[in-house]
C-alpha cells in the first residue's frame, strides 16, 4: 500500500525497522457512519442517511478486510442498493489501480480516476495517510464515508434494512459482548496476525506472531468441536470477519507469509466450518482466488522478488461439510 502526506503521493508505507521488526498496521481515517435516518453512529458520527444508488464500495478481491464488505453486500442483498468497483490484483509503487486488463477488475466508473489514491485525495485534498480498501463513498457528497472494514459491515448490517428483503441481524443485542470478544482475538492474533507474520522482519517479531497465531487457530479448532458457530447456535459477525482469512490462507498465507505449522484442511472442525460458510447463498461469488493469489505473490516483491505466482494447491470449497450434525 502506498502513503499520502498532505495530498501527495509519498510511496511505500511499511516501516518494520521502527517497530523492532513488527508490522504495525495503521488505523483508518475516514470513520463517520451510515444510519438508517442520518441520525448520529455509535461513536458520534453521522449525517450520512441510508439511500438507495447513493452509496458506492470500492473493494479488491483479493484484500480480506474488503472480501468483509462484499460478504455483507451480498447476505443482505444490496447489490441493486450499494454499486461496486474492483480494483486490479496487482499494487505497484502507486498502489491500487483501476484496470480492466485482469478478469474481474473494473474501471472506476462513479470518479473514472485510474488510481485508487486519488479518491482519497478527492475526498481530502490534504489527506494523510495509507491507501487503503474498502472504501464507502458517498456519491452524493463526493466523499468517503468510511474506509474501516468493521465499521462498513455493521452499516450493512442495519443501516439499509428499509431497502432489502433480508432482516437477519448478524449483530444481535444479547450477542454482543461474546461476539466482540470474539472479533478481538481473532483480529489480533489471527485476522492480523498472518500479516504479522508475513511482515516481520525479525526472527522474533515473526516466531512470536507465529505461535499467537497457532495458539488461536488450535482455539478456534476446539471451540468449533463443540459448536456449530463461533458465537453459538447462530451465524454472526465474528463467523464471517473469520472467513475470509480462512479462505486465503492454505493458497497464500501458509507459504508466502510462512504460516507454515498446519493448513487449515489439517484441522477438521476449522475446514467443514470454512466450507459451509463459503457454501450459504452469495458468498462464492464474492471471493477471486485468482485475485488473491495474483496480488499477494505479484505485489509482495520483497517477500516474492521473482513475482511467479504459484500455479496450485488443489482446493475444493465446495466439498461437502459435516456441520449438519450440531444441528440447524
Not at 45 to 63: I, M, N, Q, T
Not at 209 to 223: K, N
Request: negative net charge.
Amino acid at each position: 500500500m502506498s502513503l499520502v502526506k498532505n495530498g501527495k503521493l509519498e510511496g511505500d508505507w511499511l516501516d518494520t525497522e521502527r517497530e523492532n521488526g513488527e508490522f504495525v498496521r495503521m488505523d483508518s481515517v475516514f470513520r463517520n457512519w451510515v444510519t438508517a435516518d442520518g441520525s448520529p453512529g455509535p461513536s458520534g458520527e453521522g449525517g450520512f442517511a441510508a439511500e438507495k444508488d447513493r452509496y458506492h464500495l470500492y473493494v479488491s478481491y483479493a484484500c480480506p478486510w474488503a472480501h468483509r464488505t462484499l460478504i455483507f453486500r451480498a447476505l443482505k442483498k444490496l447489490q441493486d442498493i450499494i454499486s461496486v468497483s474492483v480494483v486490479h490484483p496487482d499494487m505497484g509503487p502507486e498502489s491500487w489501480k483501476f484496470d480492466q486488463g485482469f478478469p474481474g477488475a473494473t474501471a472506476d466508473d462513479i470518479n473514472g480516476f485510474a488510481y485508487m489514491h486519488e479518491v482519497y485525495t478527492l475526498a481530502n485534498p490534504r489527506y494523510s495517510g495509507i491507501v487503503t480498501v474498502p472504501v464507502l463513498w458517498d456519491k452524493q457528497r463526493q466523499t468517503i464515508v468510511n474506509n474501516e472494514s468493521s465499521e462498513i459491515i455493521r452499516m450493512l448490517n442495519s443501516a439499509f434494512n428499509a431497502y432489502t428483503e433480508v432482516q437477519t441481524d448478524y449483530y444481535p443485542q444479547a450477542l454482543h459482548e461474546t461476539i466482540d470478544a470474539i472479533n478481538q482475538e481473532v483480529y489480533d492474533n489471527f485476522n492480523n496476525g498472518v500479516y504479522r507474520c508475513g511482515f516481520a522482519s525479525t526472527q522474533k517479531a515473526y516466531e512470536r506472531a507465529y505461535d499467537r497465531l497457532f495458539a488461536t487457530m488450535d482455539g478456534l479448532e476446539q471451540r468449533l468441536s463443540k459448536q456449530r458457530y463461533l458465537a453459538g447456535d447462530v451465524i454472526t459477525e465474528a463467523d464471517w470477519r473469520l472467513l475470509p482469512t480462512l479462505l486465503r490462507f492454505d493458497p497464500v498465507y501458509f507459504s508466502h507469509f510462512k504460516c507454515n505449522k498446519k493448513r487449515v484442511i489439517d484441522y477438521p472442525n476449522l475446514s467443514n466450518y470454512m466450507r459451509e460458510l463459503y457454501q450459504q447463498p452469495g458468498v462464492a461469488e464474492t471471493f477471486n482466488l485468482e485475485h488473491v493469489k495474483r496480488h499477494y505473490y505479484w505485489s509482495h516483491e520483497s517477500i516474492n522478488p521473482t513475482r511467479i505466482v504459484p500455479k496450485g494447491p488443489e482446493l475444493d470449497y465446495e466439498a461437502p461439510h459435516d456441520r449438519d450434525r450440531f444441528g440447524k
